[in-house]
Every structure is written in C-alpha cells, then in structure tokens.
C-alpha cells in the first residue's frame, strides 16, 4: 500500500541529504524544477490525486509528459532507468537496477562514502524523475483500480508474524504499524515489501 504523499513527506530528509537550499521561513525546499511548458490536465482516473502529485514532482518536461496519461509504460520506465543511471554514473556510483518492487541497489567508488553515494542517489531520484514516476508505474500495475487494500494488507502483516495480532486498518493508515512491529525494521519493511506486492496470498502458505 505505497503512497505517493509518503514521498513527498520525506522530501525534506532527502533534500537534507543532496543539499537543498532553505526558504526564507527556515523550511528545506527541493531543488528547483525546469519551468513547465505543458499544462497540468485534469486528471480523472483512480489516481487522480497521485498523479496530481506526481506531476508537481516531476523535475522537467520529458517526465510530465509520461503523467499526462495516467499510465506509465514500460519504454517510459525504461527511459527514466536510463537518466537514473547515467546521472549516478557521472557522480561515481553504479546503479544495480530496480528491483519488481521498485527498490534498487548501486555500488560506489573506493573513497566515497556511503552518505556521500546516498546522497547522489536522491538527488538522481529527484533529477530523473524517479520520485516521480517510478511509484506510480508499480502502483498502478498492482492495482489498477486504486482499490482499498488496507484490510488485507493488516491481514498479511498478521500472518506474516511481523505485527501484533491487535493491529487495526485505522493503525495502517495513521501509520502506526511500524511502531508496532515485533522484529527489527528490516525484517519488518521485508514483510511490508511482501504484502504490499501481494496482501491477499504473500504468507498464505
């Protein structure tokens, strides 16, 4: 049950890491966006309001142009793989590509950092348009109709052993869960992974 608006909420983290620069109230702001020369449609389909958001992340045309549809194909995908990597490239780290979950994986170069090779992976989500796109391509996919899986992802979690039998729908969707998760976060956000790509069988059996 991924939600775009758990990105954006993030976005000062990852901006603390790729070095945003501050607005005058004191808040992190991104970095500034190409200056849009198409138009926001009026999105009307089952992710109506992500793609809204979607398209306010996307940092330039070529990304807001595979929003305008609602959908994300995999050539579009593919294209946004390719920026995201060479930017990653140009910066001394080496993406391993995603994952079917929309995870990845990168190594660096000896005397980089860890912070230092995170830091240019954020700022390359942000810059190529994987904050933007890269969420709603698997999102969409897994389901296409925007249905409330809340239930059974509380279902999964419980079965998966990772949660207390207690945990409710309104725990889920106040976010509450992590906190009462029984492992270690890890194996926590492993279980999550899991029942996100399929509450209604991961852990059936």
């Known amino acids: 049950m991924k939600r775009l608006a758990t990105a954006v909420a993030l976005m000062g983290v990852l901006c603390a ?16 966006a190409e200056p849009s020369t198409i138009p926001e449609p009026n999105f009307s389909g089952p ?7 979607a398209f306010a992340l996307a940092p330039d045309d070529e990304i807001r142009q595979m929003l305008v549809d609602e959908t994300i194909s995999d050539k579009e ?3 946004v793989e390719q920026r995201y990597s060479t930017c990653l490239s140009s910066r001394g780290v080496t993406h391993g590509g995603f994952e079917s979950d ?3 994986s990168f ?18 989500s942000r810059s190529e348009g994987v904050d933007a796109v890269m969420w709603m391509y698997y999102t969409v996919r897994e389901n296409p109709t925007n249905a409330d899986t ?17 945990l409710t729908v309104e725990d889920l969707k106040a976010g509450k869960d992590l906190e009462q998760a029984t492992v270690s976060r890890q194996e ?5 992974n899991s029942c996100d790509a ?3 069988h991961a852990y059936a059996g």
Do not use: K, W
């Not at 190594?107 to 390359?124: H, I, L, Q």
């Not at 926590?188 to 999550?192: G, H, I, N, S």
């Open 188 to 192: 926590y956000f492993t279980a999550y």
């Open 150 to 166: 809340s239930q059974a992802m509380v279902a999964c979690l419980i079965r998966a052993g990772v949660v207390p039998s207690t």
């Open 77 to 79: 995908l593919q294209t």
């Open 198 to 200: 399929d509450p209604e």
């Open 107 to 124: 190594t660096f170069e000896s005397g980089m950092t860890s912070d230092e090779a995170n830091a240019a992976a954020d700022e390359c």
């Open 17 to 32: 890491l790729a070095g945003c620069a501050e607005s005058s109230a004191g808040e992190v702001a991104p970095p500034a």
């Open 47 to 53: 992710y109506a309001a992500e793609f809204h958001q």
């Open 102 to 104: 929309g995870s990845s």
